[in-house]
């Protein structure tokens, strides 16, 4: 899998053919999160919900991180987030 944020909205590719599998608007993610230790099996993972207006509950989403670090695909969906005026909070 991969993650664009591309405008206002996240889209997650298949890795091997780039298909869109899933697209959020910005608005609709919450708390991106990541989760590094270097001694523990789940090691440089991403964590975000996904909260649609119209459910009581969100949709989390892991993925482990291959090509970059969590932390830094965490600092940028933030960025992205600021920059369409989402107020964050981390």
């Not at 869109?20 to 001694?39: K, L, Y």
Request: one cysteine or more; aromatic letters at 12%.
């Amino acid at each position: 899998m991969a993650i664009q944020l591309k405008g206002n909205h996240m889209w997650i590719l298949d890795g091997e053919t780039n298909d869109v599998v899933e697209r959020f608007p910005v608005a609709f993610i919450q708390q991106p999160t990541s989760f590094n230790d270097q001694n523990h099996i789940y090691n440089n993972i991403l964590i975000f919900t996904v909260q649609l207006p119209n459910e009581n509950q969100g949709e989390l989403h892991i993925f482990q991180c291959v090509s970059h670090d969590a932390i830094n695909v965490v600092d940028d969906i933030y960025h992205w987030m600021r920059h369409y005026g989402i107020q964050v909070v981390n």
